[in-house]
């Protein structure tokens, strides 16, 4: 009886801290509700009460600027046509522009997206064409203003000092908001359509076709620049394409379940949720009412706040239906936003932190071992340090080894270094 007892109390003490957590679950999503008012729902009270079951609602707001705005028609468009432009300032020694482009979804259906192209203004002196480089930044976000082509004109972009170390290398530097019109943070296809398409879009800012390209990105640029070569072969096999290196890549939702649910990590899986649901909106009807709020909280905010909202130890499997993990509709995506099931025909450059308990690497290794197994020529460096050390410890192997693929020096074969 004794044991019956003290497992019941266990019962319970394991219930109360369930509902504790639910509860906090409950009064975060209904404090960033309120406190977002001007940018979310028409009647954010009514919605927190009574979540509306249209996936449209979950969406982005809209800035209001009619230059996003794709014209009739543009759907018969090849991908990468541009649609509108737009001169901006960025920054001091650079030319900018930015170029609304034709694109793809995660379902093959045609989008509108933008890219941010700058231009040293001092001459190429290195031989052939002016190098380009697809820099894309850890967006991790889900609001409008937080993509780089809001960010970059108005000084508050959070990897311009990256953007400015390539540019003072001599190279163009194509700046995409890969995660497309809908912010679909972590959606694997989109991000790599909308990074080809923007490069593509690139030429009509005087970039030559024949330029070799490089594609960089840590974290969650790190999707979109390992997708994007993966992707390439098929979908852009125009681009010359020198080489590809990435660091820190979520590549499987698998070991996210593990790693971030109910982590301190825990808010940037819940976002990377949401933003797969607006490319799969089937997932909508996996979310119960207090995952459907979160949401709703959720739908303009960037890192910064999504980073933060981690603390609340969110659990997805409290905020879904019964057994979503292994529900038929999320398998189903999380197979197909898997990355390395196709193999890139460039070279590839991961790092990764060996100490990086967010993004651990076991994802990095087993997209080694997947594409070295198809014939590709993956370089894997094991660096010290965390998901944030790991970044500016493995940053300057990879330019350097990127700006060797630039310039034409060879490579090929599979290594891992652990530094």
């Not at 894309?136 to 937080?146: F, K, P, R, V």
């Not at 010290?384 to 970044?391: K, R, V």
Request: proline share 7%; charged share 15%; with cysteine.
């Amino acid at each position: 009886m004794g044991g019956g007892l003290l497992r019941r109390r266990g019962v319970r003490k394991q219930q109360g801290g369930e509902s504790m957590r639910k509860a906090l679950v409950l009064a975060g999503a209904a404090a960033l509700m309120l406190s977002f008012t001007g940018s979310a729902q028409a009647d954010p009270l009514q919605d927190f009460i009574s979540p509306p079951s249209d996936p449209a609602a979950y969406l982005p707001t809209s800035l209001g600027d009619p230059w996003f705005d794709p014209p009739a028609g543009y759907e018969s468009l090849q991908p990468g046509t541009v649609l509108n432009r737009r001169d901006v300032a960025v920054t001091p020694g650079a030319s900018s522009v930015q170029l609304l482009f034709r694109s793809t979804d995660s379902k093959n259906m045609p989008i509108a997206a933008t890219t941010t192209v700058l231009t040293p203004n001092a001459p190429w002196t290195g031989g052939g064409d002016r190098p380009v480089i697809a820099y894309n930044e850890a967006t991790d976000s889900l609001g409008n203003t937080c993509a780089p082509s809001y960010t970059l004109p108005r000084g508050n972009n959070k990897e311009i000092d990256q953007v400015r170390i390539l540019l003072d290398r001599g190279y163009t530097v194509v700046v995409t908001d890969y995660q497309g019109p809908r912010q679909a943070y972590s959606a694997g296809l989109v991000s790599g359509h909308t990074v080809l398409d923007g490069l593509r879009a690139s030429r009509s800012a005087g970039v030559s076709s024949d330029a070799p390209i490089g594609i960089t990105g840590y974290s969650g640029g790190a999707i979109a620049s390992g997708w994007a070569a993966q992707l390439a072969p098929e979908y852009a096999p125009e681009l010359n394409i020198a080489g590809v290196a990435f660091g820190g890549p979520p590549t499987d939702y698998k070991i996210l379940q593990t790693s971030l649910n109910g982590q301190i990590g825990s808010g940037l899986f819940t976002a990377a949720t949401i933003g797969l649901s607006r490319e799969y909106p089937e997932m909508r009807q996996l979310a119960n009412d207090n995952g459907k709020r979160l949401a709703l909280a959720q739908k303009d905010q960037c890192v910064d706040v999504l980073s933060y909202t981690g603390l609340l130890l969110l659990d997805q499997r409290n905020l879904s239906v019964p057994g979503v993990f292994e529900h038929p509709i999320t398998r189903a995506i999380v197979e197909e936003n898997r990355m390395g099931q196709t193999k890139p025909e460039a070279p590839v450059y991961i790092y990764q932190g060996l100490q990086d308990f967010l993004i651990p690497k076991e994802g990095a290794e087993a997209v080694q071992d997947q594409w070295c197994a198809a014939g590709a020529s993956v370089h894997l460096e094991l660096v010290p340090g965390d998901h944030t050390l790991a970044q500016s410890n493995g940053r300057p192997g990879a330019y350097d080894w990127l700006a060797q693929r630039l310039a034409g020096v060879p490579t090929s074969g599979c290594e891992r270094v652990v530094r």
